[in-house]
């Protein structure tokens, strides 16, 4: 039997139980070769082939000559997105590469994509309007508008289905589903590949990445992994979340900490870091009720404050002909007027909100679940009038806009093919 004698002693002989395991672990293990581990986030991944201007061929064949930019990457998450690690999802015919986020980095931002080369990706989820636009609708070729606000593009490598309807499968599907759509780039997924036929820049990196070169698929694969490299950076809830899972764990131990100098510290660095990424009071009262009275958390739920589901939330259901989303795709009568549930980081930053841009502010949006939406017939069993205070919707508005809104990484716009 071990006998402890002291709190000093506890903390050690754990520690020590750590490091045989771990040694225990590396040293059963067969050397293989082991992707490029990287943090999602690193401006480095998004920054784009160095130098300024239109990228040149020759840049780009030599970009293309260094073998580390076509080895696969082993992908982890920033800070308190990284909880959602189980939904990564990166099909396995499309892994992520150094080459692969930079070629669908250019086509993103490139509005060669649209019959008339002027809507990119971009313009409908910009990176300075929180990946969204701050339009009722999406605005396409000929300043068309569309029937939907658009959604953002960040954080999608944790959910499959995309669009408000969740009609694509993908995000390689979702890429492309917009080239050919008549309102938004107008195109035809043939004459797109032809138009990126005829830029070299682009034919030879299809032509070194892809087996098959330039495809439409391969165009919605590059754009895809693109878009999976678009993460939100820690936001002062995760700095603040980090602090109270140490105090939860060492809940009986904390007095004892001065015994244990390395957990010491950690708690210390922890505290620091939260204390540089502060939220108001009215913000900490806000997470409390987003978890609490609010119930925010139904539906606005896990790491990237979504559950992927579809929900109606009465919104536009007084219409003479309501849009029904999810319907649409299902013809299942319970996703009638039911839309997928955006995440809540970042949302600050990209006004207006609900599927049909219906509401311009979070105030706005507080309201419409404080009264419990609009009753339907197929209303979500999750919307039910709260009663809140107005203080209460004040500080729900500030935690989204305070304790939920982070950096996003460096992406160069202006860096395309010549």
Known sequence: MIRFHSWSDIFRHSRSLQLACALVACCSVTTTAVAESVTLGDPELTAGIPGEGAVSVDEIKQWLSNPSVHEELQVTLPKGLDKAKANIHIPED??????????GRQLYFDPRLSSDSTISCASCHAPDQGYGANTQFGIGVEDQ??????????????????????????????????????????????????????IEGYRVQFEKIFDDGLTIDNVGKAIA?????????????????????????????LEYLDEEPELEAEYNALKKAAAEHPMSESAWRGMELTFGKANCTACHAGANFSDEQFHNLGVGMDADEPDLGRYEVTKEEKDRGAFKTPTMRNVALSPPYMHDGSQATLEEVGEWYNKGGHPNPWLSDKMKPLNLTEQEKADLVAFMKEGLTSEFSEVHHARLPE
């Not at 499309?94 to 070629?103: D, G």
């Not at 408000?164 to 938004?184: C, F, K, T, Y």
């Not at 993460?231 to 603040?240: G, L, R, S």
Request: hydrophobic share 35%.
């Open 94 to 103: 499309n892994p992520m590469t150094r080459a692969k986020i930079e070629l």
């Open 225 to 253: 992994t693109f878009e999976r490299a678009i993460v939100t950076a820690p936001a002062p809830y995760d700095y603040a979340q980090a602090v109270k899972s140490f105090e939860k764990a060492y809940a009986d131990d």
């Open 145 to 198: 508008e569309g029937n939907r606000n658009s959604p953002v593009s960040y954080n999608r490598i944790v959910s499959t289905l995309q669009f408000w309807d969740g009609r694509a499968g993908s995000l390689e599907d979702q890429a492309v589903g917009p080239i050919a759509n008549p309102i938004e780039m107008g195109n035809t997924h043939d004459f797109c590949v032809q138009t990126l036929s005829g």
